[in-house]
């Protein structure tokens, strides 16, 4: 599976329900991919190609990474503490991509 489609999987898996009231951006840096942003705003959520002038958190992984915290198979916070994951900004954030999107 590609990165633009691992993504367009997340946006697929978005929970609008948990998304209420939030205006936040999630940026992914992928190492040995492009970066995206996904937009969300109050219950809708937006894929991007590209940077974001101001993004809430970044997390910065390659693809495989990325694939496996999806997918699943891999937990996102082991992925953290192993070295595969970092994020910049409002890191507490990253904690809410499990309620936001549906991983598995």
């Known amino acids: 599976m590609s ?5 367009e ?28 942003h996904l937009v969300i705003n109050d219950g809708t959520c937006k894929l991007h190609e590209g940077a974001h002038d101001d993004p809430s958190v970044t997390l910065i992984m390659n693809s495989e990474t990325l694939q496996g915290i999806v997918s699943g198979e891999t937990d996102g916070m082991q992925a953290f503490m192993a070295g595969q994951l ?18 598995g």
């Open 3 to 7: 990165v633009a489609q691992v993504f």
């Open 9 to 36: 999987q997340l946006e697929q898996n978005f929970n609008a329900d948990a998304a209420q009231g939030l205006d936040l951006v999630f940026q992914f840096d992928i190492e040995d991919d492009k970066t995206y």
């Open 86 to 103: 970092r994020a910049e900004g409002d890191m507490m954030l990253a904690t809410k991509l499990g309620e936001l999107f549906k991983m």
